[in-house]
């Protein structure tokens, strides 16, 4: 615990997420040890005022309690239980805060490796709402774990945003596979929508004005439609990312036999996006689908 009696936070993945948490964070008087395997996003850190490490480890041995948002699945374990991991730092009364978006069952794996080895606990904690939510502490909390773990993380989930227990170890991710159904498929429906009325002849940046106060309106889409009419595709997040996801939509999909034929179509579109070489734009880029370019 720090002098102000508040727990002493690490931070995985000092991305375009992470970094807007621990400033978020840090903002309200805790004290951030951050590591990241990308110096630059480190040195970036560093400036803005968290204390840099130089391995998962030593976060872990630093910090009460370690969040991290990593990309992928395999990237949390290697930072987990591979050289210089968590677990070499890990002790009990510790905590991991994953706010990552990985496979349930694979998160309860690890969780239950986790406190096997170091007593450490484990909540699942994923997120909605990209960059400008982190930083303004109005993420979507999706989150799972036991009750005495979550109660004891629960002000630093209520510094950056609403969250909900869904539930025990896992439901957060399955929450955030529900989560990433309704947003990633609303993309791809809106890239359809912009081409349509352009195609059609009318003014697509009209359309939001139109349809104000409608069943079609939201914040989501107030938010996206103008910027895929701008074609701005500066990422805050990446098509790459999608697709993992899509994937793990995919594949929850098929171990709890639900259909999912909206999903199944986004995902083709997405993979049609990345095989034209735009994985590293953001998540509204579907539209260039639909660009008369060869593959």
């Known amino acids: 615990m720090t002098t102000t009696g508040k727990p002493k936070l690490g931070y995985l993945g000092l991305g375009l997420m992470g970094s807007q948490m621990c400033h978020r964070l840090m903002e309200n008087g805790y004290e951030v040890t951050?590591?990241?395997?990308?110096?630059?996003?480190?040195?970036?850190?560093?400036?803005?005022?968290?204390?840099?490490?130089?391995?998962?480890?030593?976060?872990?041995?630093?910090?009460d309690i370690v969040l991290a948002c990593v990309i992928t699945t395999p990237a949390l374990t290697e930072a987990m239980f591979g050289p210089n991991g968590i677990a070499e730092g890990g002790a009990d009364g510790k905590i991991f805060l994953d706010h990552s978006t990985t496979i349930a069952d694979k998160t309860r794996d690890m969780a239950a490796r986790l406190?096997?080895?170091?007593?450490?606990?484990?909540?699942?904690?994923?997120?909605?709402?990209?960059?400008p939510a982190a930083g303004t502490g109005e993420l979507a909390i999706m989150v799972g774990g036991d009750e005495a773990d979550v109660a004891i993380v629960k002000p630093v989930l209520d510094i950056l945003g609403h969250n909900t227990h869904m539930g025990p170890l896992g439901a957060g991710q399955v929450t955030k596979m529900v989560n990433q159904v309704l947003v990633l498929n609303n993309f791809a429906l809106m890239?359809?929508?912009?081409?349509?009325?352009?195609?059609?002849?009318?003014?697509?940046?009209?359309?939001p004005e139109a349809l104000s106060g409608g069943y079609a309106d939201s914040p989501m889409f107030r938010r996206?439609?103008?910027?895929?009419?701008?074609?701005?595709?500066?990422p805050a997040g990446y098509a790459r990312q999608v697709m993992k996801d899509l994937d793990m939509v995919l594949e929850l999909a098929q171990q709890t036999k639900t259909p999912v034929p909206m999903?199944?179509?986004?995902?083709?579109?997405?993979?049609?996006?990345?095989?034209?070489?735009?994985?590293?734009?953001?998540?509204?880029?579907?539209l260039k689908i639909y660009d008369n370019e060869p593959m």
């Open 34 to 63: 951050g590591f990241d395997p990308v110096s630059e996003k480190v040195e970036a850190a560093v400036a803005k005022g968290i204390t840099a490490a130089d391995s998962p480890r030593a976060v872990a041995e630093a910090s």
């Open 115 to 131: 406190k096997s080895e170091t007593g450490m606990g484990w909540v699942d904690a994923p997120v909605s709402g990209g960059p």
């Open 191 to 207: 890239a359809e929508a912009v081409t349509l009325a352009t195609n059609a002849g009318i003014d697509p940046a009209m359309v």
């Open 224 to 234: 996206f439609f103008p910027k895929m009419i701008e074609r701005d595709f500066s």
């Open 263 to 286: 999903s199944n179509t986004a995902a083709s579109l997405y993979r049609m996006l990345i095989a034209k070489g735009y994985s590293e734009l953001d998540s509204i880029s579907v």
